[in-house]
Nanobody
């Protein structure tokens, strides 16, 4: 079983910064992809950013230039540095990982419980 535990959400003013962290634990062989999604009230969950073990990153257009995703592969941890926050960044942010499980010996998608980010204007 794989667990993703997020931290770092909270309240920020527009123009401010927050940093999210997500640590994966459990029977893990490797984590090819880690990233972040978000879901605002009344909206569908959407991709924010992803990162592969090779260092390839992908960002939603709405966050490019403001958010930076990074990983510590040795710690199975992914970070999301969010700068120049806007009220429209308000959402629940979910950590996401594609994990090669040592138990099932297969790839599976895993999700964190979510962390709330609120940006006030």
């Amino acid at each position: 079983q794989v667990q993703l535990v997020e931290s770092g959400g909270g309240l920020a003013q527009a123009g401010g910064s927050l940093r999210l962290s997500c640590a994966a634990s459990g029977s893990i062989v490797s984590i090819p992809t880690m990233g972040w999604y978000r879901q605002a009230p009344g909206k569908q969950r959407e991709l924010v950013a992803t990162s592969t073990t090779s260092g390839r990153t992908n960002y939603a257009e709405s966050v490019k230039g403001r958010f930076t995703i990074s990983r510590d592969n040795a710690k199975n941890t992914v970070y999301l540095q969010m700068n120049s926050l806007k009220p429209e960044d308000t959402a629940v942010y979910y950590c996401y990982a594609v994990v090669l499980s040592a138990v099932s010996e297969s790839y599976r998608n895993s999700w964190g419980q979510g962390t709330q980010v609120i940006v006030s204007s």
